[in-house]
């Protein structure tokens, strides 16, 4: 499987934007597909994962700021990001897992076997 990124920018605080991530190659393998970010200084964090059923979840830290979707099993995965602030600096991946079987699985990132280039995302005035 192979995974391609794109949309990030420079935005201000309270602004929005799209991510999206194409995959390609053996996407039938996939068992769900998260977003990660990483903050200067700090470590890989996931913040939004889809299930391949389309089940949703989220970090306490975006919940209700962020929105991950796939309209059909063919349409990138996106990324909607509203209400940004300084602290969702970061650059952005989208990875996918061909192994996990169960949610909790899914938010372990030793379970992601797939991952897309960063893109970059900054929050500043």
């Known amino acids: 499987v192979q995974l391609q990124a794109s949309g990030g920018g420079l935005v201000q605080p309270g602004g929005s934007l799209k991510l999206s991530c194409t995959a390609s190659?053996?996407?039938?393998?996939?068992?769900?597909m998260g977003w990660y970010r990483q903050a200067p200084g700090n470590q890989r964090e996931l913040v939004a994962v889809?299930?391949?059923?389309?089940?949703?979840t989220y970090a306490d830290s975006v919940k209700g700021r962020f929105s991950i979707s796939r309209e059909n099993a063919r349409a990138p995965l996106s990324l909607q990001m509203n209400s940004l602030k300084p602290e969702d600096t970061g650059v952005y991946y989208c990875?996918?897992?061909?192994?996990?079987?169960?949610?909790?699985?899914?938010?372990?990132?030793?379970?992601?076997?797939?991952w897309g280039q960063g893109t970059q995302v900054t929050v500043s005035s």
């Open positions: 990875a996918a897992t061909t192994t996990a079987r169960t949610m909790a699985a899914a938010w372990r990132s030793t379970e992601y076997d797939c």
């Open positions: 190659g053996n996407t039938v393998s996939i068992k769900a």
């Open positions: 889809r299930t391949r059923d389309g089940i949703l």
